[in-house]
């Protein structure tokens, strides 16, 4: 295998060309790096890099680390099912069986099973951000001892019940982690490097601060190098060519893995209980999905994964058909959709290989069979459209108002301060007699289901309105207008305000670093003190309750705690 100038592989050629390519979207872009490689036939066929490492000004290198983000669930995915041949893992085992002491603020925990997390229908509702970024390290990189304690999990309550709904959580597959290493007594990344990462010749695969030796890790220009605890979520760091190359043991597994059980994870396995969500339904185990968007001609069975981590971006896509990984990864300081430039980089390498490759291939069809999708039952447009999409509507960060006038729905979004701001994105769209639509593909639906109202565009159920809300008790009202300050100062939220109760008694929260409202519900009367989840749309999800210690009341959620004044 050639290396010459920040290429590699058995192609040179077609290495160049990805340079090149590479080059040219980072001078567009003002990217500080990126790397792209192509594996086919079981040997790496391409790979090449561009820009530079971002912590200094030395020229990127193919041999450098790339944190890869979600992209890490495939190889949580690979661990699992591994343990799954062995016997050791059942998909349909629920959860708790491996993990005893594992408890949930939420009796329904106990019927979450293994490939409800895998397939993201297991209702755990989205992200721990504490200690998201990891500082230091332990003597040991078990994933519990960072993340998921109890004291965490039991202010966790579920978006939908287990199986029902699948909706993208980070925390799953955390989880998932923490099984592999209760039923192999050894840390996750361990585990992964010696059972399945040593066997197909990668050793680049870490995590944390431990870099495989020879190489280093690239940052966003001016940036210190990121890194990360969620082990089984996003914090998988590795060079793009051995990504590429993890990629290929979904097309020859090389006896590490039996094949039947990585093909498997490539069955869409997604749920829903809303006919026009097909996001939901196309999760497959670990993947995102199916690829369908046919820019290139992928055959039956090809996956894609994308990941997104502060710094990186980064895309795995797998052709068991055309025999064929490919991979890219790049810093995140770049306006580039970086699966396009995968995508170009494919169609060069089917050329390379002496595949005839359409240009055009396919994207009207996929277009018209993305819009096909979307469209909802005949049965709940005999309404009329004013009366089923008018009203105020919510998701897990975000409360919107929806209002049709001449056949028009218009938008306006709720910002901080109790203003309603127009939303330029989601107004404008025109009634064609099924749905609203803006331009032949940009839709919207609204969809009934157990009385309450779904919007859903792009196959993704983003907000829903409920039919009735409950009335939250005597305790939060008076505290409506009251900032909670955070305890220590890493908290991802800083300050908490309850900037009010709406007409429709939900409870109105924003945070200092973020711009948008968190949406709380209060869920039981009997238990005044604490927040539920509004919705089932939204990958994220906070739940908030009340401690009284002495004279002190505290905000809680997750690990965190928030108080009136000055904490100390």
Not at 420 to 429: I, M
Not at 472 to 479: E, N, R
């Amino acid at each position: 295998m050639e290396r010459e100038e920040g290429c590699t592989g058995s192609n040179r050629d077609l290495a160049e060309e990805i340079r090149k390519k590479l080059e040219q979207v980072i001078r567009d872009s003002g990217t500080t790096a990126a790397c792209a490689a192509v594996c086919a036939e079981g040997e790496l066929l391409a790979g090449a890099c561009a820009g530079k490492r971002g912590f200094e000004d030395s020229e990127a290198q193919v041999e450098d680390l790339y944190n890869i983000g979600s992209v890490s669930k495939v190889y949580t995915t690979v661990a699992v099912m591994k343990l799954v041949q062995e016997g050791k893992i059942s998909l349909d085992t629920p959860v708790s069986v491996y993990l005893p002491d594992w408890k949930l603020g939420d009796e329904r925990y106990r019927e979450i099973t293994v490939r409800m997390l895998l397939n993201h229908s297991s209702g755990i509702p989205g992200t721990n951000l504490h200690d998201h970024l990891v500082a230091g390290e332990e003597r040991e990189l078990f994933a519990g001892k960072y993340r998921n304690t109890p004291e965490y999990w039991r202010g966790v309550k579920l978006r939908a019940r287990p199986g029902s709904f699948s909706c993208y959580s980070n925390d799953g597959f955390d989880l998932l982690v923490e099984v592999v290493e209760a039923v192999t007594g050894e840390p996750y990344i361990q585990w992964l490097r010696e059972q399945i990462g040593k066997p197909a010749g990668l050793f680049s695969i870490g995590a944390g601060r431990r870099l495989a030796a020879g190489h280093v890790k690239v940052s966003c220009k001016g940036r210190e190098p990121e890194y990360y605890n969620c082990f089984g979520a996003g914090a998988i760091h590795t060079t793009v060519p051995e990504c590429a190359l993890f990629g290929y043991l979904f097309v020859d597994a090389k006896g590490i893995v039996e094949q039947s059980f990585l093909d498997e994870t490539r069955r869409p396995q997604g749920v829903s209980f809303l006919q026009g969500a097909y996001d939901a339904t196309n999760f497959c185990l670990g993947w995102d999905s199916l690829y369908n968007r046919d820019r290139i001609p992928l055959g039956e069975g090809a996956v894609v994964k994308d990941g997104g981590t502060e710094q990186f971006s980064s895309y795995l896509l797998v052709s068991p058909a055309r025999r064929l990984s490919l991979a890219i990864s790049a810093t995140d300081d770049g306006d580039v959709w970086w699966l396009d430039v995968l995508e170009d980089i494919g169609r060069e390498a089917l050329k390379a290989l002496g595949e005839g490759v359409n240009q055009e291939a396919g994207t009207e069809a996929v277009q018209a069979e993305t819009t096909a999708a979307t469209e909802s039952p005949e049965s709940k447009e005999k309404r009329d459209p004013a009366s089923l999409y008018s009203g105020l509507a919510y998701g897990s960060c975000a409360v919107y108002r929806f209002s049709v006038s001449g056949h028009v729905l218009n938008t306006e979004i709720w910002e901080k301060g109790g203003n309603w701001k127009r939303s330029e994105e989601l107004s404008g769209f025109r009634w064609d007699g099924n749905c609203f639509a803006k331009g032949e593909y940009d839709k919207i639906f609204a969809e009934e289901y157990g009385g309450n109202v779904y919007y859903i565009r792009w196959g993704e159920a983003f907000c829903q309105r409920n039919s009735a809300y409950p009335v939250p008790g005597s305790v939060w009202p008076t505290l409506a207008g009251v900032c909670f300050q955070a305890e220590g100062e890493d908290n991802p939220f800083g300050t908490v305000c309850l900037e009010g109760i709406n007409e429709e008694n939900v409870l109105l929260f924003t945070t200092e670093h973020e711009e948008y409202p968190v949406v709380p519900l209060t869920c039981d009367p009997r238990r005044g003190n604490e927040t539920c989840l509004i919705s089932e749309t939204d990958r994220e999800g906070i739940v908030f309750w009340l401690e009284k210690e002495g004279e002190r009341t505290w905000l809680r959620t997750g690990t965190d705690k928030f108080c009136i004044g000055p904490c100390a």
